[in-house]
């Protein structure tokens, strides 16, 4: 079932302030209906307008079917990378201000052309055009969701 606005509303508040604050929430509750991807990428999108922040890259997760198993879904999928969030090598983070701690080997591309959304998908070779540079990278898990596997 789709939430309502007043439901995307109340969770992203919840979120924003977790992040804000930086402590972690039991659960979102349930009442509140988050139980799919398209709700949780309109409860993130209002989270991004909450944090008046810049969004400075996107990444994509659970791409592999063991990951999916492991996340509950079927299928991947994205969120937005906040300029805060960002942190140029070499970074200096504090274990302190780190909720939970997991760290990712990542691959991070630089764009050097926009891929505008459109009904025809992008061909690899398009893909492939678009990108200026190709980087290492290291994701720094920090979740605000106790026990947010299950």
Same mark, same amino acid.
């Given at each position: 079932? $789709?939430? $309502?606005?007043?439901?995307?509303?109340?969770?992203?508040?919840? =979120?924003?302030?977790?992040?804000?604050? !930086?402590?972690?929430?039991?659960?979102?509750?349930?009442?509140?209906?988050?139980?799919?991807?398209?709700? %949780? *990428?309109?409860? /993130?999108?209002?989270? #991004?307008?909450? @944090?008046?922040?810049?969004? #400075?890259? =996107?990444?994509? &997760?659970?791409? !592999?079917?063991?990951?999916?198993?492991?996340?509950?879904?079927?299928?991947?999928?994205? /969120?937005?990378?906040?300029? @805060? !969030?960002?942190?140029? @090598?070499?970074?200096?983070?504090?274990?302190?201000?780190?909720?939970? +701690?997991?760290?990712?080997?990542?691959? %991070? =591309? $630089?764009? &050097?052309?926009?891929?505008?959304?459109?009904?025809?998908?992008? @061909?690899?070779?398009?893909?492939?055009?678009?990108?200026?540079? +190709?980087? *290492?990278?290291?994701?720094? #898990? !920090?979740?605000?969701?106790?026990?947010?596997?299950?």
């Amino acid at each position: 079932m $789709t939430m $309502t606005a007043e439901q995307i509303e109340r969770a992203a508040r919840i =979120f924003d302030e977790a992040r804000k604050g !930086n402590y972690m929430i039991d659960e979102v509750p349930a009442e509140l209906g988050l139980d799919n991807l398209d709700d %949780a *990428a309109r409860v /993130a999108e209002r989270v #991004v307008e909450l @944090s008046g922040e810049r969004v #400075v890259g =996107f990444l994509v &997760g659970a791409t !592999n079917p063991e990951m999916q198993k492991t996340l509950h879904t079927d299928e991947p999928y994205y /969120a937005c990378i906040l300029e @805060s !969030n960002l942190c140029p @090598s070499p970074a200096d983070l504090a274990p302190r201000n780190l909720l939970t +701690i997991g760290l990712e080997s990542e691959v %991070a =591309f $630089t764009m &050097g052309a926009d891929l505008p959304a459109r009904e025809k998908p992008y @061909s690899e070779g398009e893909v492939a055009d678009a990108i200026k540079s +190709i980087h *290492a990278s290291v994701e720094v #898990v !920090n979740g605000h969701v106790r026990d947010w596997l299950n």
